[in-house]
């Protein structure tokens, strides 16, 4: 593999652009999938936590359910660094802290992640340009609240 090969594999294909709410989707399923597998509970964590978001406050069940199925698409295409990119690209970066955030707390919800699952928190932290301290910071929340 030449050295440019990775960058060009991490390159948006035209038809995978994704609006913010889509982005946002798109992080959170790649969060419950980076361990190679989309359990039922947290799937169904996702679609309560979207639910309950302004930004999904005009989806219908449909139209839910075709998002979902579009980014599953990409991610078993592509992979989940991949989805993680192009979801990062059409992030508003007001809800950087947020998607950051839920992806932890999606993540952490059944103890601490693999180590699938930390590369994915480490790469959205990488490609959203969160300060470590703040990352770390929400970090340690969410594996507080996780305890419980």
């Known amino acids: 593999m030449g050295l ?3 960058l060009s594999q991490l390159r948006p294909k035209q ?8 982005s946002f989707a798109a992080l959170m399923i790649a969060a419950i999938a980076a361990d190679g597998q989309i359990e039922e509970s947290s799937a169904r964590l996702v679609a309560t936590t979207l639910s309950r978001m302004k930004l999904f406050e ?4 449909e ?6 199925e579009r980014i599953i698409r990409i991610l078993q295409k592509e992979g989940p660094e991949y989805l993680v990119k192009i979801a990062s690209e059409g992030l508003p970066q007001e809800l950087y802290l947020t998607s950051f955030a839920v992806a932890c707390d999606l ?21 959203l340009s969160i300060e470590e301290a703040t990352a770390n910071n929400i970090i340690e929340v969410m594996i507080i609240k996780n305890q419980g």
């Open 4 to 6: 440019f090969d990775r």
């Open 15 to 22: 038809d995978d652009n994704l609006d913010s709410a889509e």
């Open 58 to 61: 005009n989806y219908s069940d």
């Open 63 to 68: 139209k839910m359910i075709r998002t979902n």
């Open 107 to 127: 993540i952490l919800s059944d103890g601490v992640g693999s180590e699938e699952e930390q590369q994915l928190l480490n790469d959205l932290y990488n490609f």
